[in-house]
């Protein structure tokens, strides 16, 4: 139901972008945005955006990630630049409805190595 792209492997201080669109079959979207999670470490936000466009970033990534939202598309953009190794992860859509249900995405993998 949130298919992801744009994962790879790039070069410290490089970019790439994520995108993730959610299927029909969500109903009443509130919030869309990205986590990530490497191996034996918990998932972590990332960055999220309401319909109404407000966002909010983890600190880490301030000020080089951006989150944009196109909801006629279904869609949510997760714009990476300045890439550190440490924001090697799998990322992962997320979005939470109306009602408080949460689906996630599949995942995509992240690799920031020279």
């Known amino acids: 139901q949130l298919v992801e792209s744009g994962g790879g492997l790039v070069q410290p201080g490089g970019s790439l972008r994520l995108s993730c669109v959610a299927s029909?079959?969500?109903?009443?979207?509130?919030?869309m945005g990205w986590y990530r999670q490497d191996p034996g470490k918990q998932r972590e936000l990332v960055a999220q955006?309401?319909?109404?466009?407000?966002?909010n970033y983890a600190d880490s990534v301030k000020g080089r990630f951006t989150i944009s939202r196109d909801n006629a598309k279904r869609m949510v953009y997760l714009q990476m630049n300045s890439l550190k190794p440490e924001d090697t992860a799998v990322y992962y859509c997320?979005?939470?409805?109306?009602?408080?249900?949460?689906?996630w995405g599949q995942g995509t993998q992240v690799t920031v190595s020279s």
């Open positions: 997320h979005v939470e409805t109306i009602g408080g249900l949460h689906y």
């Open positions: 029909t079959s969500i109903f009443s979207i509130y919030s």
């Open positions: 955006i309401t319909g109404g466009g407000s966002a």
